[in-house]
């Protein structure tokens, strides 16, 4: 913050400018006004929350007045308006001095700082926000994580539009599949029984992708547009310290005093930030290669059916092809490799089986879940090639892997899959059960017959080279291998502790 050696009754010589020493504003045991006051009861309102420490201010006037609050003694200096700077209560901000311009914001003042920018009404409020507030240059970044092409029609004219030095985008599909999503499914991850955690994924790969275009611009700062009841924030904070500890964060949502959309808009008008003139969404959605989730309005009541409208990805199953049909998955190790016999890459894998369920109206999930913040949220998600594919490894497992072997897995999934719902995805922890699973499932190779069918999704074939399943050994006809006559003694010996507990309570 702007500093002052010492505030003498109006002689603007004596008024020396300081470099910011700590985020405080007190110097001298005396406290700089953050602004201008429009009044003198505002003044001393201000005075009162100080707690007894001497205030600069400026008036029109000459005058140099003094007064006391309730609680201490408190000295009012009113100066000459062109003999005092302006100054800041939390930080610094832009000042004039003599005519010279000194770089800062309202709370104080970073280089440069990388937005994760939608071009959304929020995202293009924070542009001009970050400059006001922090003085810096403001670098947009837009990842592609499959929410569709028009989300990212005319994105570069409205960040500039709204202040912007730049737009960033990257492509970030493939490896949002390769490296995020295939991990969690070959996991068998699965939040609170049903969520497939499609927004969970996709925010580590797209702060990762901020931070490297942080390394790349010079930012000394990143900043997002998550609200502070969410779990958005964590996963995105977490992953910047993960992988930089050294950038600054900023969440104008945590900071400033815009409430609601009307305010978001007055902000924007006040600045000169074109608001954007697409019809508003009654839901708060989020898109992506995997799924798309739904929340708010009518579904903040949890007796409230959805309505048929609100869908975007699935059909009702109720209009679904009367129809069944058939796909087959091939499956190399635990990951989905083709398609119906023609081998794709993560992501074209995954949007061929969007298009197919989304017609058969597969994927449909309504749940109540735990936020990592405490409170309860219903959420409606869309997960229709997700849905697909989870039940493909599935079915390939149960030919692939022991009993002992699933039963493990399937506890460190529930684990799994809360680290990577709470934002921990960069954790030791979580990289270190991936090398479970990779090793667990390296023999899950083969491939899967499911029949798509109003809504459903149901096995009709599986085969695997290296299935455990022997039809000689299942079959209900003796076998060279298994003598029916064994199981005698193994139940016997097995129900011990039965029998002993049983003899025990009869006193036998």
Known sequence: MALFKAISPCS????????????????????YCPRILSSFPELAARTSELHGHAVAATSNTGNFTKSRNNQAAATLFICPRDAVIRAVLQSEREVEVSGSILNGGFRGKFNKVVLAYSGGLDTSVIV?????????????????????????EGLEKKAKASGASQLVVKDLREEFVRDFIYPCLRAGAVYERKYL????????????????????????????????????QVRFELTFFALNPKLNVVAPWREWDITGREDAIEYAKKHKVPVPVTKRSIYSRDRNLWHLSHEGDILEDPTNE?????????????????????????IESGLPVSFNGKK???????????????????GRVDMVENRLVGMKSRGVYETPGGTILFTAVQELESLTIDRESMQVKDSLALKYAELVYAGRWFDPLRAS????????????????ILKLYKGSVTVASRKSPYSLYRKDISSFENSLIYDQADAAGFIRLYGLPTRVRSMLKQGI
Not at 306 to 330: H, W
Not at 344 to 362: D, F, K, Q, T, V
Not at 433 to 448: H, N, R
Request: charged fraction near 25%; hydrophobic fraction near 40%; charge should be negative.
């Open 12 to 31: 603007p010589a004596s008024l020396a400018f300081l470099p910011p020493k700590r985020e405080s504003f007190l110097y001298n045991e005396r406290v």
């Open 128 to 152: 001009p926000w970050l400059r006001e507030n922090y003085g810096c240059d403001v670098v947009c970044f837009t990842a592609d994580v499959g929410q569709g092409i028009k989300e990212l």
């Open 197 to 232: 955690l499609g927004t969970s994924m996709a925010r580590p790969v797209i702060a990762k992708a901020m931070v490297d275009v942080a390394n790349e611009v010079g930012a000394d700062a990143v900043s997002h547009g998550c609200t502070g009841k969410g779990n958005d």
């Open 306 to 330: 959805p309505m048929k409208d609100m869908y975007m990805l699935t059909v009702d199953p109720e209009d679904a092809p009367n129809k069944p049909e058939y796909v087959e998955i091939g």
């Open 344 to 362: 794709l890459s993560p992501a074209s894998l995954l949007s061929e089986l969007n298009e197919i369920g989304g017609r058969h109206g597969i």
């Open 433 to 448: 059960m991936d090398a479970f699973m990779e090793k667990i499932t390296e023999s899950t190779t083969g491939s899967v």
